[in-house]
């Protein structure tokens, strides 16, 4: 069994530093490879990864906590649960870490991937680029085998041909495009609208065609304002929400 190992953090100073851990540490637990140990480190070792105080690293394991991701045992120390799943709402959060931890812990299926022409509504995204490379992908829960979302992501050629088919049933595309592309990125604009199931989506994720739906539609920037991905996911109406929260401060 190979020790359980979270992923690297880059620190959004006017984000809380304790939310931004928990979502990483979310992300990496949800995302962890089958044959890794369910023993996470200690809380020193945890703050010494991310570069934190042991306080907020305490707060963001509680936070996990709460959602029943990990439990905590004094003098045997945190695990992670084995029964855990992911939290149904979709959540419009402030980190591109936050991000890729709402979109983990499903398991993915690759569909397919290959070039497209440009029309349509990725026009207004892609004005310059005749073509795209699409990746196509099915989600389906852990723990029931049901499937629950499935995307279509159009990215730009330079960048596609970084993207393999192994790393895109592990991770989702926004971790792979940062850290295995190397795009910089700078914001990810989200779109989430109710629509009806077209024939192909009500197919793949078993429900009747016309039913409700939720369309995300998620478009990444690199930090020269080029759009380098346009992510559309087709959510479950009966198996998710979608929750906005405001911080007046």
Same mark, same amino acid.
Request: hydrophobic share 40%.
């Given at each position: 069994?190979t020790?359980f190992?979270?992923d #690297?953090?880059? +620190?959004?100073r006017?984000?809380?530093?304790?939310?931004?851990? #928990?979502?990483?540490?979310?992300?990496?637990?949800?995302?962890?490879?089958?044959?890794?140990?369910?023993?996470?480190?200690?809380?020193?070792?945890?703050?010494?990864?991310?570069? @934190?105080?042991?306080?907020?690293?305490? &707060?963001?394991?509680?936070?996990?906590?709460?959602?029943?991701?990990? /439990?905590?045992?004094?003098?045997?120390?945190?695990? $992670?649960?084995?029964?855990?799943r992911?939290? =149904?709402p979709?959540?419009?959060?402030g /980190?591109?870490?936050?991000? @890729?931890? &709402?979109? #983990?812990?499903d398991r993915?299926?690759v569909?397919?991937?290959g070039?497209?022409?440009? #029309?349509?509504?990725? +026009?207004?995204?892609?004005?310059? !680029?005749?073509?795209?490379?699409?990746?196509?992908?099915?989600?389906?829960?852990?723990? /029931?085998?049901?499937?629950?979302?499935? =995307?279509?992501?159009?990215?730009?050629?330079?960048?596609? =041909?970084s993207v393999?088919?192994?790393?895109?049933?592990?991770?989702?595309?926004?971790?792979?495009?940062?850290?295995?592309?190397?795009?910089?990125?700078?914001?990810?604009?989200? !779109?989430?609208?109710?629509?009806?199931?077209?024939?192909?989506?009500a197919?793949?994720?078993?429900?009747p065609?016309l039913?409700? $739906?939720?369309?995300y539609t998620?478009?990444?920037?690199?930090?020269?304002?080029r759009? @380098?991905?346009?992510?559309?996911?087709?959510?479950?109406g009966?198996?998710? /929400?979608?929750?906005? !929260?405001v911080?007046?401060?």
């Amino acid at each position: 069994m190979t020790a359980f190992a979270p992923d #690297s953090l880059v +620190l959004n100073r006017k984000l809380p530093l304790w939310y931004q851990v #928990s979502q990483s540490l979310r992300a990496s637990i949800l995302g962890r490879t089958p044959d890794a140990s369910l023993r996470l480190p200690t809380e020193e070792q945890l703050a010494g990864h991310y570069g @934190v105080s042991v306080l907020t690293m305490r &707060q963001a394991l509680k936070e996990l906590e709460g959602e029943g991701l990990i /439990s905590r045992h004094r003098r045997r120390g945190t695990f $992670i649960e084995p029964g855990a799943r992911r939290g =149904a709402p979709v959540r419009l959060l402030g /980190s591109v870490d936050a991000i @890729v931890a &709402q979109q #983990s812990g499903d398991r993915t299926t690759v569909l397919g991937h290959g070039r497209t022409a440009v #029309s349509g509504e990725l +026009l207004a995204h892609f004005p310059d !680029t005749p073509e795209v490379v699409t990746f196509r992908r099915l989600r389906h829960d852990r723990e /029931s085998g049901e499937p629950t979302n499935w =995307a279509e992501n159009a990215v730009l050629p330079r960048f596609a =041909a970084s993207v393999e088919a192994a790393d895109l049933e592990r991770w989702p595309m926004t971790k792979v495009l940062r850290d295995v592309a190397g795009v910089r990125i700078s914001r990810i604009t989200d !779109t989430v609208e109710a629509r009806l199931a077209d024939p192909e989506t009500a197919e793949l994720l078993q429900v009747p065609l016309l039913s409700p $739906i939720l369309h995300y539609t998620g478009v990444t920037y690199d930090e020269d304002g080029r759009v @380098v991905d346009v992510a559309r996911i087709r959510y479950r109406g009966d198996r998710f /929400s979608f929750t906005v !929260t405001v911080d007046a401060h």
